[in-house]
């Protein structure tokens, strides 16, 4: 079962115009027409195989989706000009003012920002909540619940959610359950776990060349639709519409994401037990010691290991701050945001993807000022990487801090 991803991307196969190997990329933004009834049928949205206008939709979209719908198992695919554009678009299609929302506390800084304080211009409320306590995910549902939010392995915290559990609590009560598998491609299969819409940041593991912003929305056939609708869908009229230059750069990154993937997973796992062996603060999901380990090892497709990320808390920000500084000058990765890279990338939440997030809130949730969130890269002698990294830490004094347990 656990190969069923990779395959069916594999299978997908387009010839280009002149039998390219590379299907041909769409370079237009509108789409002429031989006859004007056609052109009236497609605009009311039932001409199967007609482009109209390319933020409706254009062929080079329409393969990358497809493409990402093999990839998580859904029926659909809709490409967006960011992840933030794939997640808008899902909240205000599934909400009217005034209604609710139950989401995980610990997500992303901007989904957090949008939930909190965008979205009650329209008067839709969020309730924020631990999602590893089923029991409050489900005491929380009222009358106006519209979805359950979260994200399949948190950011920046790589909390576990229980897909499979939480998707029971969404079915019995009629709610969608809406997945951002950001941090976990094809590690994590939402859907086949029963979410009902999974949303990715295409700019971070899938595209992997921090080359560019974009998103997906994956579900069925008739939400996908939805959204494109001229008359009422968010996709549509929001207008985060992805270049079909863009998605054709990021179809051909997604051929090699299998192999990217187990890199990534094998070199954090390295790290991971490394640093936890020396006595460091290190979450990751690979360990046996991480509170969602047994979670994630029953829900995911073992294969590809347990993702690229992982924390450590190095007590205070002028800690943090210095270890950053010193291994960005020892060329062991760079100081910034995002993640995903074939080089390591490094930044302190707390001050940065996450300051959206008042500090004690952040506090509440283990979010201290000393924790690095690393998105490990590609390095080909990882044995090599921990050594350096690990003198870097001697270096600063930061390996006697183990002994401070928060
Ligand atoms: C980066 C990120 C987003 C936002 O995606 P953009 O492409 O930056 O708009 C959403 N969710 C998670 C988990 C992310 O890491």
Redesign the pocket.
């Known amino acids: 079962m656990s190969h069923k991803n990779s395959n069916n991307l594999q299978d997908l196969q387009y010839f280009g115009e002149y039998g390219g190997v590379n299907p041909s990329i769409s370079d237009a933004s509108t789409y002429t027409f031989i006859s004007a009834k056609t052109m009236f049928d497609t605009f009311e949205g039932n001409t199967e195989g007609c482009y109209l206008y390319s933020r409706h939709s254009s062929p080079s979209n329409l393969y990358l989706g497809e493409a990402l719908a093999a990839l998580e198992g859904t029926e659909s695919a809709n490409v967006t000009a ?4 794939a ?1 808008t678009a899902v909240i205000l299609q599934l909400c009217n003012a005034g209604d609710h929302i139950i989401s995980s506390r610990t ?2 800084g ?2 957090y920002a949008f939930m909190k304080n965008f979205l009650i211009k329209f008067g839709i409320k969020t309730t924020f909540l631990d999602i590893t306590d089923l029991d409050a995910v489900a005491a929380a549902i009222t009358p106006n619940t519209k979805m359950i939010y979260c ?1 399949s392995v948190s ?1 920046p915290l790589l909390e576990v959610a229980d897909i499979s559990a939480l998707s029971c609590i969404a079915k019995k009560n009629e709610l969608p359950l809406v997945v ?1 598998n ?2 976990s491609p094809l590690t994590i299969s939402p859907a086949k776990l029963g979410a009902d819409i999974v949303i990715h ?4 593991f899938i595209n992997g060349t921090s080359d560019c ?3 997906v929305v994956c579900g069925t056939t008739e939400f996908c639709l939805s959204l494109k609708d001229v008359n009422n869908g968010a996709g549509m009229l929001l207008g985060s519409t992805l270049d079909s230059l863009r998605a054709a750069s990021i179809l051909k990154n997604m051929r090699t994401l299998h192999i990217r993937m187990k890199k990534h997973s094998e070199n954090a796992q390295f790290l991971a037990e490394k640093f936890e062996k020396d006595g460091l603060r290190v979450v990751y999901p690979g360990l046996l010691t991480h509170s969602g380990h047994l979670i994630m090892k029953g829900q995911m497709n073992p294969e590809y290991g347990y993702g690229g990320l992982l924390t450590m808390d190095v007590g205070n920000l002028d800690n943090a701050n210095a270890l950053m500084e010193l291994m960005q000058e020892r060329k062991l990765g760079y100081l910034a945001v ?2 995903g890279f074939y080089k390591t990338l490094f930044s302190a939440p707390g001050s940065s993807t996450s300051s959206e997030i008042p500090l004690e809130e952040q506090e509440k949730m283990g979010l201290g000022n000393g924790l690095i969130r690393f998105s490990i890269g590609l390095d080909d002698d990882i044995q090599r990487t921990y050594l350096l990294m690990k003198k870097c830490l001697e270096d600063l004094n930061i390996l006697s801090i183990k002994n401070i347990k928060p």
Request: aromatic content about 8%; cysteine-free.
């Open positions: 960011s992840g933030m554009g997640i997500i992303y901007g989904t994200e950011n951002d950001t941090f940041s295409l700019t971070k912003v974009a998103g995002s993640l």
